[in-house]
């Protein structure tokens, strides 16, 4: 599977030591003690920081970083611990590039991101707009996927879509780039490819104000960005991008934009009409436009919301069940991106839990049950500040639930093509759906008329899905379980889960999911060893580990040949 990120090896590569011109004015001794502080902190506050990673590793990892501090700058230094945060796999447990370490004064004028189909400058400054979708193909003389890389190993997040959230913003940063070895303090050196034209540019850093939109919406510093479309007259979702949430209704869709799970400072848009009102009662207003009449189809938009007070959601989320004619299938649909995170992501798993609604988009940037509640501290000696969760959330999330990553029904990743033109390939699929069109439901299709080995056909086809994510084992595993409701045979179901894994050898739900289908089937030694092969590619995670033990035991007790 493609973009496994070189988690361990990254910093050591890009950290060689001490660059000329730095200045370490922490000294190792302060480092370590700011190293000792963090470690003991996330161990202590942190409910259970070792979920997906072995402490073991983690500590291994701390005593290299602690031996390599004599010989790295303090914005080095800095990396190094901001690397060994990111190996929790945690995204609220966070440290952040800031303080007296990370002035963030100066920034390069240009953001670049990863679509489906490459890396490109999503948003200048306005003296950059001829750079404005440009490929980018090499950062600094090198290759743009191995910059990402050493970038992308610093940051945290639930998966590797929460973790690419950070990536565009750090970039944007020369003491971090400059740190890495990967441009000069003062600029940065990108090969592009503009119109079929492929040329060489060096941007200055400019001065800019620090704001939080910067990470979390596609802004540069300064006042002003430029961004595509360049124009406001693409397809909805790129109207009212800044507003917290508001919804706008046309020809029988209703589609709500959802850019927070908290309560709006300022006035939103309600289809003809505008008023400041908190999310609860944007929620009923938007029932109580459903209920009105004329709506035959309810969009939510989660992609570009990264939480807020999971409080504001459920009775939204309640309501929407309540209402038959739209809780059907094909009459709901739920945007998800890279940016559904935290709360969003506790709303789009009551969503998936309480409601027929189709998901449609990218892979969501949370793990539907994830740690979050964050409490923030500050290292004594470099001030850096740094946040650590303390509880656990699984809203709508079920008991036996080992995903990592919500897949969408409907994959729809954003392409520079259409975003150039302002098409929105989610809105587009939104569109164009048809009663059967999921791949669970082509399966099931393919399964009654040609039998499991034509099914697998076409499962094995359509492996590899569109965008950045290519899994599609999810779909495949709900085809499977599918099977019980047309009395299909046992030796089918094993076939089809067998399969699975083979397709995604490794997926940890997969293994985990063909164990309990053996394990439904009083096969015990054989979901003792699917088991054991999830726990071996998550040896931290829990609840693998306790079906993995019940299923040995089991096995043990069976009778020889059962």
């Known amino acids: 599977m493609p973009l496994k990120t070189p988690l361990v090896l990254a910093i050591t590569l890009v950290l060689p030591g001490v660059l000329s011109g730095q200045v370490t004015a922490i000294g190792a001794a302060g480092w370590?003690?700011?190293?000792?502080?963090?470690?003991?902190?996330?161990?202590?506050?942190?409910?259970?920081?070792?979920?997906?990673?072995?402490?073991?590793?983690?500590?291994?990892?701390?005593?290299?970083?602690?031996?390599?501090?004599?010989?790295?700058?303090?914005?080095?230094?800095?990396?190094?611990?901001?690397?060994?945060?990111?190996?929790?796999?945690?995204?609220?447990?966070?440290?952040?590039?800031?303080?007296?370490?990370?002035?963030?004064?100066?920034?390069?004028?240009?953001?670049?991101d990863r679509l489906a189909d490459g890396f490109f400058v999503i948003a200048t400054s306005p003296a950059h707009r001829d750079l404005l979708g440009a490929r980018v193909t090499a950062l600094g003389g090198r290759p743009i996927e191995k910059v990402w890389d050493s970038v992308l190993a610093l940051a945290p997040g639930d998966n590797l879509f929460s973790r690419m959230t950070r990536v565009p913003y750090w970039m944007m940063m020369p003491e971090i780039m400059s740190a890495l070895g990967l441009s000069a303090p003062e600029r940065v050196a990108l090969d592009v490819e503009v119109n079929g034209t492929r040329r060489s540019v060096?941007?200055?850093?400019?001065?800019?104000?620090?704001?939080?939109?910067?990470?979390?919406?596609?802004?540069?510093?300064?006042?002003?960005?430029?961004?595509l479309p360049t124009g406001n007259d693409g397809d909805l979702p790129f109207r009212n991008r800044d507003l917290f949430y508001w919804y706008a209704v046309d020809s029988g869709v209703l589609y709500a934009q959802f850019n927070v799970v908290s309560d709006a400072d300022r006035a939103v848009r309600l289809d003809r009409d505008t008023a400041r009102i908190g999310l609860r009662e944007f929620g009923s207003r938007v029932l109580a436009r459903i209920d009105s009449g004329g709506i035959e189809t309810v969009v939510l938009d989660l992609r570009n919301n990264p939480g807020g007070n999971n409080g504001l959601i459920q009775a939204?989320?309640?309501?929407?069940?309540?209402?038959?004619?739209?809780?059907?299938?094909?009459?709901?649909?739920?945007?998800?991106?890279?940016?559904?995170?935290?709360?969003?992501?506790?709303?789009?798993?009551?969503?998936?839990?309480?409601?027929?609604?189709?998901?449609?988009?990218?892979?969501?940037?949370?793990?539907?049950?994830?740690?979050?509640?964050?409490?923030?501290f500050t290292l004594p000696n470099s001030k850096l500040s740094f946040n650590v969760s303390t509880q656990h959330w699984d809203l709508g999330v079920q008991p036996t639930d080992v995903r990592?990553?919500?897949?969408?029904?409907?994959?729809?990743?954003?392409?520079?093509?259409?975003?150039?033109?302002?098409?929105?390939?989610?809105?587009?699929?939104?569109?164009?759906?048809?009663?059967?069109?999921?791949?669970?439901?082509?399966?099931?299709?393919?399964?009654?008329?040609?039998?499991?080995?034509?099914?697998?056909?076409?499962?094995?086809?359509?492996?590899?899905?569109?965008?950045?994510?290519?899994?599609?084992?999810?779909?495949?595993?709900?085809?499977?379980?599918?099977?019980?409701?047309?009395?299909?045979?046992?030796?089918?179901?094993?076939?089809?889960?067998?399969?699975?894994?083979?397709?995604?050898?490794?997926?940890?739900?997969?293994?985990?999911?063909?164990?309990?289908?053996?394990?439904?089937?009083?096969?015990?030694?054989?979901?003792?060893?699917?088991?054991?092969?999830?726990?071996?590619?998550?040896?931290?995670?829990?609840?693998?580990?306790?079906?993995s033990e019940a299923a040995t035991r089991q096995a043990a007790q069976a009778p020889k040949g059962n």
């Open 316 to 376: 939204f989320v309640h309501g929407l069940e309540s209402r038959a004619r739209i809780n059907t299938r094909g009459h709901l649909f739920v945007i998800t991106g890279r940016r559904t995170y935290s709360a969003a992501m506790n709303f789009t798993s009551l969503l998936e839990d309480r409601t027929a609604a189709i998901f449609v988009g990218e892979p969501a940037g949370g793990s539907p049950a994830h740690y979050g509640d964050a409490t923030g």
């Open 404 to 547: 990592e990553v919500h897949e969408p029904g409907l994959p729809a990743p954003t392409t520079m093509e259409a975003l150039r033109t302002g098409r929105d390939p989610a809105m587009e699929t939104i569109r164009g759906w048809k009663a059967g069109s999921l791949l669970r439901e082509r399966l099931l299709d393919r399964y009654r008329n040609g039998g499991a080995d034509s099914a697998m056909a076409l499962a094995r086809a359509e492996a590899r899905g569109p965008g950045l994510w290519p899994s599609r084992v999810q779909e495949m595993v709900a085809f499977g379980y599918s099977l019980y409701g047309v009395r299909a045979p046992g030796a089918d179901m094993r076939r089809v889960f067998d399969a699975v894994t083979e397709i995604y050898p490794d997926s940890p739900y997969a293994w985990f999911q063909l164990g309990r289908l053996h394990q439904f089937s009083g096969r015990p030694r054989e979901a003792a060893e699917a088991y054991a092969r999830a726990l071996r590619l998550r040896p931290s995670n829990d609840l693998i580990r306790r079906f």
């Open 202 to 227: 060096t941007l200055d850093a400019a001065p800019g104000e620090w704001s939080i939109w910067m990470q979390f919406r596609d802004r540069v510093a300064g006042d002003s960005t430029v961004t």
């Open 32 to 112: 370590r003690a700011d190293l000792k502080y963090l470690v003991g902190t996330i161990k202590a506050v942190h409910p259970r920081p070792f979920h997906r990673i072995g402490e073991a590793q983690f500590d291994s990892a701390a005593r290299s970083l602690d031996a390599r501090l004599p010989r790295l700058s303090d914005q080095q230094a800095a990396l190094g611990l901001m690397h060994l945060v990111a190996m929790i796999n945690d995204g609220h447990t966070v440290l952040d590039p800031a303080g007296p370490v990370f002035t963030r004064r100066t920034w390069f004028p240009v953001r670049i």
